[in-house]
Structures are given as C-alpha cells and as structure tokens.
C-alpha cells in the first residue's frame, strides 16, 4: 500500500469530517472498502475497518494491510443519518460532509425572520441537493418567495462560508441592484483544485446587461481566460454576445492575443452583432423566449417550457430544451418586465443529459 495524504504509513488510516462551515462532525461512519471481483464478472464491496468520528470530527487506526482481493487502493466511505453520503478515491487528511436537504427546511426558512432565517437559509444553500425534487423545490422558493428571503439571500453574499452559493443564486435572478451590490469589484481568481472558480460561470451568464465597470470587468476577465475555466470564458462570450453593443464588441476583440482557444467562439459572437443584433426584448414573453433560444447560436432547439413567474410578475424563468448529437440540453433564461417589454437578463445551462440513443435513430427504428 502507497502511503497517501492522511494516512501515516502502510496500513495506518487518520483524517477529519467537517461540515460545509468546517465545523467538525461526530459520530460519522468511516469506512474502508474494497470491491473484490467474483466469478461472472461480478464484483462485490467488502468492508476492511469502520470507524466512528469522536466530538473533534477525527478518526485513527489501522485497517488489514497486503492485497485483500483486489489490485485497487480501498475507498473512503463517509455516512451519517442527515448527511448526503460521501465515498471518495482517495486519502485525505479531511473530508466535507454535507447536510441533506429535505423540503422541510425549505418551509422553515421561509417562516424565519432576521438572524435565524439567514442562518437557516446558509444551512440550506451549503446543503446538498442531490434529489431533483429538493433541487427544483429550492429555485422555486427563490421565485416565488424573493420578498421573504431576499434580504437574507444578500447578506450571505459577504459570508465567510456561503458567499460563492449565494452569488449563484443572486444571479439566477440577475436583478441589476443586486448584481452591482454583489460585485463592488471582480472577484479573485482561485489557484487549487480544477472547477474551483466554477461558480463564476453564473455570475458571468448574470451580466448580459452589465451596469458597473465592475461588471464589464470581470466579463473582460473571464472572456480572456483568467479564471482558468472553459465554462467560465465561455459563459462571459456568450453575455458580450447577448449584450450585441459596441463596447462588448470591442471587449471581444481582446481575447485573440490572451485566450486564443476561443477564437472561433468569439469570431461567431462578433458576426453575430455586426450582423445587426439587439438586445433580446419583446412584449410577449413567449417570444421573448424564442428570440432567446435562437440568439445562443445552438442547433437542435426542441421548444421552450411554459414560463415561471416571480410573486409579482416581474421576473420569469423561461427553460429552453436543446438535443445536440446524443446531450440533452436545458438552458434557463431570466427576463425581467422593464415598461412594456420583457428584457433578457441572464441565461446559462443548468441541465445536461445523454441520450441512450440518436434521437433521430429511435424514430427511424
């Protein structure tokens, strides 16, 4: 056995379970397994040791070292009643084990008022929401309940903890003042682990219509490349696209010398607005959401799904469906009503599947 981060040597086993507020977590299952291969090309899962976390999140000891029936290293295993399951390849010296989501915590943050409901609301957002439902249940509470938890929401956008949760759901709704307040300057680029600075991606597709210099700051700075992300600058071209101005335009043109792998994609964005693009409004929501759809420049649009309303009508959630080969795509656009149009504030992906088969394949057959 190689001697891997958190553990000492051979077959010593030590590390530390936190939560998503680094706050360590007793009485965690720790296990180490194995997958032995049986006969028929079957495998089976076989337990080496079980560890519980003390009052200090840790756990230490030694498991059954030497090849048991497999050439794999054993695999980490971290379970606890109210806790999503965690399992991981490797060794590490802690691991983050989030709290699950149930729809009863969405009802109490939305019954709590002040401190305790902004609390309650961090517990829920650094939660995890592995169940579709719980996932769905949540963005429709930040629409149809932006008054109760608005002022909640923001003021977790400067926490510690749950600032990068809590920008990505300020962005869904990219409402400008919102936008501006949580951006009073780009924020920095991380160095570590790969998709550490992922949850740029919503606040970048947030700024089609940008307000500060701030904002055409960091959309500047993600188009060219420096947060080290596909999705990030990408996400950034397709804002300055939507934007169709010519200050986008000329922001566009700075990603030949500094980001050269989007050439292509910023070639596309620029014929796009010098073929005459405006800003994506329109009086009819329905259309609104076509002239959307079209606009991103994909193929294989399948239809928009019926809108989702803000509680006084302002906001909408319009969820556009693309087959592309075998992915299965859904983007979300945000529009707000502004006089007498629905305007086009954000849109990002927030669904990818794979087909089984060619769409096209399945109807010839």
């Known amino acids: 056995m190689v001697a891997l981060a958190g553990a000492a040597h051979g077959d010593d086993f030590s590390t530390r379970v936190v939560d998503g ?23 089976k899962s076989v337990t080496l040791v079980k560890f519980t976390t003390d009052g200090a999140g840790k756990v230490a000891g030694s498991y059954p070292g030497g090849k048991q029936c497999s050439d794999l290293p054993p695999e980490v295993e971290l379970r606890k009643d109210g806790f999503a399951g965690y399992t991981d390849t490797q060794f590490k010296p802690e691991y ?29 957002i650094l939660g995890e929401r592995n169940d579709d439902k ?30 990068k949760q809590a920008s990505e759901f300020i962005a ?4 400008p003042d919102d936008m501006a307040r949580i951006l009073p300057m780009p924020p920095s680029p991380e160095k570590g682990d790969a998709y ?57 043109q700075e990603v030949a010398t500094r980001n050269p792998d989007r050439k292509k994609m910023v070639d596309r964005a620029t014929a796009y607005i010098d073929g005459g693009a405006k800003p994506i409004a329109d009086a009819d929501l329905i259309e609104a959401g076509k002239k959307a ?3 991103i420049g994909f193929s294989g649009w399948q239809g928009n799904h019926a809108p989702r309303y803000s509680e006084n009508r302002e906001t909408a959630l319009v969820d556009a469906s693309f087959i592309i080969d075998r992915d ?18 954000a849109i990002r992906e927030t669904m990818q599947a794979l087909l089984a088969m060619d769409p096209k394949e399945g109807a010839a057959k």
């Open 21 to 43: 507020l680094g706050n360590p977590i007793a009485g965690v299952s720790v296990r180490l397994e194995v997958l032995c291969e049986l006969p028929g090309a079957k495998v």
């Open 96 to 124: 983050t084990l989030l709290r699950q989501v149930r729809s009863k915590d969405l009802e109490r943050v939305v019954s709590l008022k002040g401190e305790s409901q902004r609390l309650a609301l961090r517990d829920v």
């Open 134 to 163: 719980i996932a769905k249940d949540l963005d429709e509470l930040l629409l149809s309940k932006t008054s109760l938890i608005h002022d909640a929401l923001l003021s977790l956008a400067t926490d510690e903890h749950a600032k």
């Open 172 to 175: 869904t709704l990219a409402l």
């Open 196 to 252: 550490e600075n992922r949850w740029v991606y919503s606040l970048v597709t947030g700024l089609i219509e940008p307000t500060t210099d701030s904002e055409w700051e960091l959309l500047k700075r993600a188009e060219c490349g420096d947060y080290d992300d596909l999705w990030v600058d990408a996400g950034a071209i397709q804002s300055l696209r939507l934007n169709a101005s010519a200050h986008g335009r000329a922001i566009l």
């Open 293 to 295: 759809a079209h606009a």
């Open 328 to 345: 299965l795509l859904v983007y979300t656009a945000t529009f707000q009503h502004v006089g007498d149009q629905w305007r086009l504030r």
